[in-house]
């Protein structure tokens, strides 16, 4: 390969380039990216595509050019389905189940490849503690394990152990490192952590993804200790290719090597390129500084042509393995895109997925599930369509019911309206609405109030939702509460107006049939939030796993704690709430002993009663406190958890195995260390309600 073949095979571009002319409809574009069109030619993957027609159309253009016949490799953004849309991750870690994650990935990646799609960009592991930072939606909360936990299990469902046979893409993880803790919850904004948080809280995300074997990284648009991640040999080479042994590729993010620039840590293209090849990125996205300046650079002596040979190899690695050269239309099948996208299993598995992920917060006199009451159907996503949230780029509303048609064939609705304020209701409608004997509200943010480059500064529902059910409280009948958003709300002020609310965040394809299921009783939820929902945005970051401080909070009496005058401490709903129509008794909380040395094992049991007629999952949360050590320790750390099925009025003694490596910590040497001393174990329904006990952890 001639240098600029190799420098090609590091630039990934639009398909644009090679779907329209590039001599008259693409003069800006390809001015823009500053190369010629043989250049284009060079290029080694691409960033998204339509259809298996498209991408057919310009494997085979760009084949008959390719001097060595390497073929393009395709990438796509598939985070939550393909065509038939699941749950937005953030909902899906609500389902606490790995399998679900699996699944969900297994059939994007099923669909995603009758297009010829051969990497996806996901899972996002970025954990976040911000829910003004509009990605929150995309990722998994606010904990370390779950965030572990789910990042392998997606990448595993996408890769599904051998990336070169059919319906099976690469995982490219992202965003590497810590974009999930930008400040104030800006998107793109500065982060800024000691080491030891980021290897402690961020870092095991991602580390998750390589354990799991996931082929490709991506670097972050943030910068880690003034660093670009993009050019930060600490996180590319440090941590991920010397620490972790990552083998697989490190792409960029769309355009963040030239962004070095407008961080000022690189005087120009040249300068960023070479930074980026002697970091250790390997591909650039969306621009061509690689392609500008690279063989300059080795030219000149200022970058070693054996990095650009070690990237290169990577990259046809990838392209080997996912088994391209043998067949550079892998996966690529206009029949199955036809039989496959979208089939009634699909749905059916979204549908599953859905049911998992939908968060009941509140049942006042248990007026969920609905029976036979006449129902008045009021709001925007009352008629819509369109659940699907960000990040659902293939799949289509049509593909979609609405809550109502659902509804309409299960329940006697004698009104509905869409309406977005209390000035679409008029006077005849309150005749019918007073016919009805409870009221359904389906609110909450438009599908672009979150995702990237959507985070908001108050995270309240619509003024115009707000005095909606300011209107219909004033009814005094009982008010049900469905929510669809991309992040928590601040539901503080609506909380004690309505007597129910749903958190459905944005299910997918299948949200109706799912949210009417869960309204009338046909399933019973089981999901539990993975981040805490803030009483107001002054709370925030607010997390369960956060320290003590020298002056904690105990009660009013003593001022010089750490409080607010205005509100309290404590989220309005906690990190692992949630409700079921089942209702879960906790008892006879012990430990098989109350010494543990490092090698042995601490059996924790528990006693858990459905008290109820209803059968249901209880996800049974395991949480340590390790009440001292070498720095101060969080005062809750999920550390294990159980979801379990319990019939009406069945008993269960639910056990949890205590090992040191439950109890070990990031030291400030960024080791792995643990301290002998007292620790408490706590069981619960909620990271809040749990039983406490003790135990002491002594030298060996
Ligand atoms: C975007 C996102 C990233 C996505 C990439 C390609 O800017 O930050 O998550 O994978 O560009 O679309």
Same mark, same amino acid.
């Given at each position: 390969?001639?240098?600029?073949e190799k420098?090609?095979?590091? %630039?990934?571009i639009?398909?644009h ?17 500053g190369?010629s069109?043989?250049?284009i030619?060079?290029?080694g993957?691409?960033?998204? *595509? ?8 310009i ?10 016949k ?8 598939v985070?939550?389905?393909?065509e038939?849309?699941f ?12 399998d ?19 990497v ?24 370390p394990?779950l ?8 990448v595993?469902? #996408? ?20 974009y ?16 030891? *948080? @980021?290897?402690?809280?961020y ?15 991506? %670097?972050?648009?943030?910068?880690f ?5 993009t ?11 010397n620490?972790?042994? #990552? ?20 005087e ?10 002697q ?27 054996q990095?650009?040979d ?27 895109e036809?039989?496959l ?25 248990s007026i @969920? ?8 159907l ?7 369509q369109?659940?699907m ?6 799949g289509?509303?049509?593909n ?42 389906? @609110? ?9 480059a ?13 005095s909606?059910i ?5 009814l ?18 609506v909380?004690?107006?309505v007597d ?5 965040? =944005?299910?997918g ?23 805490? #929902?803030p ?7 607010i ?12 009660d009013?009496?003593?001022a010089?704690t ?8 404590e989220?309005?709903?906690? =990190? ?11 008892q ?16 924790v ?5 459905n ?34 099925? =319990? ?7 639910? %056990? #949890?195995d205590?090992?040191?490596?439950d ?24 990271? *809040? ?10 030298k060996?």
């Amino acid at each position: 390969m001639t240098l600029d073949e190799k420098i090609g095979q590091l %630039t990934q571009i639009g398909p644009h380039f090679f779907l329209h002319d590039l001599n008259h409809e693409l003069t800006g574009p390809v001015t823009e990216l500053g190369i010629s069109e043989e250049k284009i030619y060079l290029t080694g993957s691409i960033l998204g *595509i339509g259809n298996a027609r498209e991408m057919k159309k310009i494997q085979e253009k760009y084949l008959a050019k390719s001097r060595h016949k390497i073929p393009l490799l395709f990438m796509a953004d598939v985070v939550h389905g393909y065509e038939t849309i699941f749950p937005v991750p953030l909902a899906l870690s609500t389902s606490w189940d790995e399998d679900i994650l699996f699944d969900s990935a297994r059939v994007a990646a099923i669909e995603a490849q009758t297009a010829g799609i051969n990497v996806t960009f996901a899972p996002m592991s970025d954990l976040s503690r911000d829910p003004r930072w509009g990605r929150v939606v995309e990722g998994f909360g606010e904990d370390p394990l779950l965030n572990e936990k789910f990042t392998q299990a997606m990448v595993r469902g #996408f890769q599904n152990g051998d990336i070169s046979q059919e319906g099976n893409l690469a995982s490219c993880v992202k965003h590497f490192a810590a974009y999930g803790a930008a400040e104030a919850g800006r998107d793109y904004n500065t982060v800024d952590m000691s080491k030891r *948080i @980021l290897h402690q809280h961020y870092l095991p995300g991602y580390k998750a993804g390589v354990d799991a074997g996931a082929k490709l990284m991506m %670097t972050a648009f943030n910068v880690f200790d003034g660093v670009p991640a993009t050019t930060n040999s600490y996180l590319l080479k440090d941590v991920l290719r010397n620490s972790w042994q #990552f083998k697989g590729v490190v792409i960029s993010d769309y355009a963040s090597l030239k962004e070095t620039i407008k961080h000022g840590t690189s005087e120009n293209g040249y300068d960023a390129a070479v930074q980026g090849i002697q970091a250790g990125l390997d591909i650039e996205m969306a621009t061509a500084l690689y392609m500008q300046n690279l063989r300059k650079a080795v030219e000149a002596g200022d970058v070693d042509v054996q990095l650009i040979d070690e990237a290169v190899l990577r990259v046809l690695m990838l392209k080997k393995e996912l088994g391209l050269f043998e067949n550079p239309y892998k996966g690529m099948d206009l029949e199955k895109e036809k039989t496959l996208v979208l089939s009634d299993n699909h749905k059916m598995r979204a549908k599953k997925a859905a049911d998992a992920s939908i968060v009941l917060l509140k049942n006042e006199n248990s007026i @969920l599930p609905l029976k036979n009451q006449k129902i008045a159907l009021i709001g925007p996503y009352a008629t819509s369509q369109a659940m699907m949230g960000p990040w659902s780029w293939h799949g289509k509303p049509e593909n979609s019911r609405s809550i109502q048609s659902v509804l309409e064939e299960k329940a006697k609705v004698v009104y509905t309206n869409s309406a977005k304020n209390s000035q679409e209701i008029h006077a005849a409608d309150y005749d019918k609405i007073k016919t009805a004997d409870v009221i359904v509200l389906a @609110l909450g943010e438009a599908a672009n109030h979150s995702g990237e480059a959507h985070s908001r500064s108050v995270i309240d529902l619509p003024k115009n939702q707000k005095s909606l059910i300011e209107t219909f409280q004033k009814l005094g009948k009982p008010i049900v509460l469905i929510l669809f958003n991309g992040r928590p709300l601040k539901l503080t002020d609506v909380e004690p107006q309505v007597d129910a609310i749903i958190e459905a965040f =944005f299910p997918g394809t299948m949200a109706a049939e799912s949210i009417v299921d869960i309204l009338m009783g046909r399933v019973n939820p089981s999901a539990k939030l993975t981040m805490s #929902f803030p009483r107001n945005e002054g709370q925030i970051p607010i997390y369960y796993n956060h320290l003590n401080t020298g002056r904690p909070f105990a009660d009013a009496k003593d001022a010089y704690t750490s409080h607010y005058l205005d509100v309290e401490n404590e989220p309005l709903y906690p =990190f692992g709430y949630g409700l079921s129509y089942a209702q879960f008794n906790y008892q006879n909380l012990k430990l098989s002993k109350n010494h543990l040395k490092p090698n042995e094992i601490i059996v924790v049991s528990v006693d858990i009663k459905n008290d109820s007629d209803v059968a249901g999952f209880e996800i049974v949360q395991f949480y340590i406190r390790d009440h001292v050590a070498k720095v101060s320790r969080p005062v809750k750390e999920l550390k294990q958890y159980q979801k379990i099925w =319990f019939n009406p009025k069945e008993e269960k003694k639910v %056990t #949890f195995d205590v090992t040191i490596n439950d109890l070990t910590y990031i030291s400030n040497a960024l080791e792995t260390v643990y301290d002998t001393g007292r620790f408490s174990v706590f069981v619960g329904t909620n990271s *809040i309600s749990c039983l406490e006990a003790q135990f002491q952890l002594e030298k060996e």
